[in-house]
């Protein structure tokens, strides 16, 4: 079965004055009620009511002004109250100014409903959407976006069958559940939770939604390599000496201490963000833009993969946590002295591993990945460094660096590529130099829709491109779970330490001198 509202319309067009090929909707998204599980929550305050605030106020039609937006959670709060909150929140954390007029409308589609942790909660929201939807006549389409922890995915989803909120994949209206990462804290229960959401809906029901696959570079990262034949020609083992991931994050735990704790950076980072940038990085071209066939083609990276072997004359993987130190001029404590984090953590705050790709364009490249908290600067990027030219010609006397492309994905979203140039002037001398793309210089200082904007919508439009799918969750786990078996022994992979403020231990450095290559600072 399939979701019968599961397809875009997407239609192309050409404007031959600015040469620019436009795959753009057809349509608005059909009009629907979001239901936030954890309203109250950080999540909630920092993106998900700005971003739906933001599609509202695009004044494109994106979010149909008779969609609604209804809070779920286990705090007692009057609508009100929720109203009041949500607007401050949008006011804070939207990347558009909020226009009391448009506001207005929005917040009258705003609604709240507490006793998400009651035995009769889910009752009561089967009676409230129906009442919304009474009274706004918008039909029973129906998403549940469940902002809640990874332990109560299980209950939630079997509560909201049992209660008649699940409509099947092939009924006039739909019904979609959103699941937010970490989907599970290991294999085992990655399975669990796969099992159990398969139970009650089909595959075309549920999106797993990492909101790294929203961002624009990583967008871009499919135009670069199959709309630049360039690139294309160039990406494998053939040319290629080596790629790193850094995800590099400045602020410590703030308010999620107890969240952190149980994740770690490996399973926080590596196994959602990471591999999916990596898997559209190094996938093959997909023979469509279909989702199902992007998501076919960037499984099959992972199930190509080489699980992380490692031991203490020949280590593949680091993790360390970060002592107290200095950030931006001011000191900061270690992660063993913040609130809430016990004697006896044994939690990473950063990890760094190699890996290989065994498939027939990256065999033998090798892929270093970094990520780590209380680091130098926030900073995400893809670095592609090619091989060196042969020592002949300019290259005799001298080693000349390496032609490196850079995608920049987090803070100044754009991409670089660094060649070789003659400086000007009587002498033969070369240079390095960058040929460099900002998004914001390259188009007009626009600012891009959000991550979560750009994903909601395509949750009411059923379109799973950017989502990943259970097989890919549960390969994904499959590699980081053998990480995990590897820490069990400390002896094999002990627990390092780095000041906050630097760029990660001096274990992760010796891990990439150890191949010759050296870290690129993003």
């Known amino acids: 079965m399939s ?9 192309s067009r050409v404007d031959a004055a600015d040469d620019l090929l436009t795959i753009q909707r057809t349509h608005a998204a059909p009009p629907s009620t979001v239901v936030i599980f954890g309203a109250s ?17 695009c004044g494109q039609g994106l979010m149909p002004p008779e969609s609604a937006v209804l809070g779920f959670a286990r705090r007692e709060m009057s609508l009100d109250d929720f109203r009041s909150s949500a607007k401050e929140w949008t006011t804070r954390f939207s990347r558009l100014k909020v226009d009391e007029g ?49 332990e109560a995915i299980i209950d939630c989803v079997q509560r909201l069958a049992e209660s008649g909120l699940i409509a099947p994949a092939n009924a006039p209206q739909f019904t979609r559940v959103v699941v937010e990462k970490p989907i599970g804290h290991d294999l085992e229960s990655a399975l669990e939770i796969n099992r159990t959401l398969l139970k009650y809906l089909n595959e075309s029901q549920i999106f797993r939604i990492d909101h790294y696959l929203g961002k624009e570079t990583l ?29 590099a994050e400045a602020e410590g735990l703030g308010t999620r201490a107890m969240y952190y704790e149980g ?45 992380v072997q490692s031991d203490p004359a020949h280590p593949s993987v680091v993790r360390a946590r970060y002592t107290a130190g200095i950030l931006d001029g001011k ?44 680091m130098t600067r926030r900073a995400s990027s893809v670095f592609v460094q090619f091989k060196d030219v042969p020592q002949i ?83 994904s786990w499959e590699f980081v779970q053998g990480v995990l078996d590897l820490w069990k022994d400390k002896r094999r992979v002990p627990m390092r330490e780095y000041p906050a ?14 191949d010759g290559r050296m870290w690129h600072e993003p």
């Open 3 to 11: 979701d019968t509202n599961a397809t875009p319309k997407l239609e």
């Open 393 to 475: 010609l300019f290259n005799q006397d001298r080693s000349l660096p390496a032609n490196l492309l850079t995608l920049r994905i987090q803070p100044d979203e754009g991409f670089s590529f660094d060649v070789m140039a003659k400086q000007p002037g009587l002498n033969l001398s070369l240079r390095p130099v960058r040929m460099n793309l900002s998004y914001e210089s390259a188009f007009g200082g626009g600012v891009s829709p959000d991550a979560y904007e750009r994903l909601l919508l395509d949750v009411m439009d059923g379109d799973h491109t950017l989502f990943p799918s259970g097989n890919f969750v549960e390969k």
């Open 41 to 57: 929550g950080d999540l909630a305050k920092r993106k998900l009511i700005p971003a739906l605030y933001n599609l509202v106020a």
């Open 501 to 514: 403020g630097s760029w990660g231990p001096v274990a992760a450095e010796e891990l990439i001198h150890a």
């Open 219 to 247: 967008q871009n990262l499919l135009v670069l390599r199959f709309a630049n034949n360039i690139f294309e020609r160039l990406w494998g083992s053939r040319n290629v000496d080596h790629v790193q991931i850094t995800v």
């Open 263 to 307: 994740a770690g950076a490996l399973r926080d980072m590596v196994q959602n963000h990471i591999l999916q940038t990596l898997a559209l990085l190094a996938m093959e071209p997909p023979v469509s833009l279909n989702a199902s066939a992007i998501l076919e083609a960037k499984l099959n990276v992972l199930r190509a993969l080489k699980p």
């Open 331 to 374: 000191p900061v404590v270690g992660y063993m002295d913040e609130q809430g984090i016990p004697d006896n953590s044994m939690t990473e705050t950063f990890v760094a591993l190699k890996t290989y790709i065994d498939n027939w364009r990256w065999s033998g490249v090798p892929f270093y990945i970094r990520t780590g908290k209380r």
């Open 102 to 150: 448009c506001w207005q409308n929005f917040a009258q589609g705003l609604d709240y409903l507490s006793g998400l942790d009651q035995p009769d909660g889910f009752t009561k929201l089967k009676s409230k959407l129906e009442e919304i939807e009474k009274a706004r006549k918008v039909p029973a389409n129906r998403i549940y976006y469940l902002s809640i922890p990874p």
